[in-house]
T-cell receptor, first 114, second 116 residues
Framework: GESVGLHLPTLSVQEGDNSIINCAYS??????FIWYKQESGKGPQFIID?????DKRQGQRVTVLLNKTVKHLSLQIAATQPGDSAVYFC?????????????FGTGTSLTVIP | NAGVTQTPKFQVLKTGQSMTLQCAQD?????MSWYRQDPGMGLRLIHY???????DQGEVPNGYNVSRSTTEDFPLRLLSAAPSQTSVYFC???????????????FGPGTRLTVT
């Protein structure tokens, strides 16, 4: 089946610095990607998404970059704040034998140091 | 809208006991799914449903049953709990944006299950 993985399990940044969280995916047929934020004791929360026909998408303080050539996805958080401390997951979505499915990476834990 | 709700928030079972994890959504989403989250494993799909009366297996369906009698509810049943089912369970609902065709997925707060 498909697999989505993250390069680094943990990341610590100083408050105000920019954060970059990376993700690799394996299914070249996936056409939609999402980044989620999960705070302790809560369910994942949608942050930003990108379709495979794009290579960059910007939101408020967040940017997602997609490199289909190497099947790599990254999430950039500008001016990281203590409230950004959480686990971040990437997920890929595409049609499989089982229908339209989401597959999640293992997550990167981001800690913001005040 | 309450979004996606799950009950209970916490549950402890003994090996062999059965129970049902409840999930409900009030967004009229057709697609609902159950995931389990284990340390270092990410979210893994257990079962999903593309509409009332339709369910199918995900990556890790063994030991779990589901049903979808209404659009709103998607309960997950453990028929005979095992310690390997100790995990955090998330229910999610999603819809396909008519404009972009993208699926937006919304998660419940989770149920923490311990099987001893």
């Amino acid at each position: 089946g498909e697999s989505v993985g993250l390069h680094l399990p943990t990341l610590s940044v100083q408050e105000g610095d920019n954060s970059i969280i990376n993700c690799a995916y394996s299914n070249s047929a996936s056409d939609y990607f999402i980044w989620y934020k999960q705070e302790s004791g809560k369910g994942p929360q949608f942050i930003i998404d990108i379709r495979s026909n794009m290579d960059k998408r910007q939101g408020q303080r967040v940017t997602v970059l997609l490199n289909k050539t190497v099947k790599h996805l990254s999430l950039q958080i500008a001016a990281t704040q203590p409230g950004d401390s959480a686990v971040y997951f990437c997920a890929e979505n595409g049609q499989t034998r089982a229908g339209n499915q989401f597959y999640f990476g293992t997550g990167t834990s981001l800690t913001v140091i005040p | 809208n309450a979004g996606v709700t799950q009950t209970p928030k916490f549950q402890v079972l003994k090996t062999g006991q059965s129970m049902t994890l409840q999930c409900a959504q009030d967004m009229n989403h057709e697609y609902m799914s159950w995931y389990r989250q284990d340390p270092g494993m990410g979210l893994r799909l257990i079962h999903y449903s593309v509409g009332a009366g339709i369910t199918d297996q995900g990556e890790v369906p063994n030991g779990y049953n589901v049903s979808r009698s209404t659009t709103e509810d998607f309960p997950l049943r453990l028929l005979s709990a095992a310690p390997s089912q100790t995990s955090v369970y998330f229910c999610a609902s999603s819809y396909r944006s008519p404009g972009t065709g993208d699926y937006e997925q919304y998660f419940g707060p989770g149920t923490r299950l311990t099987v001893t």
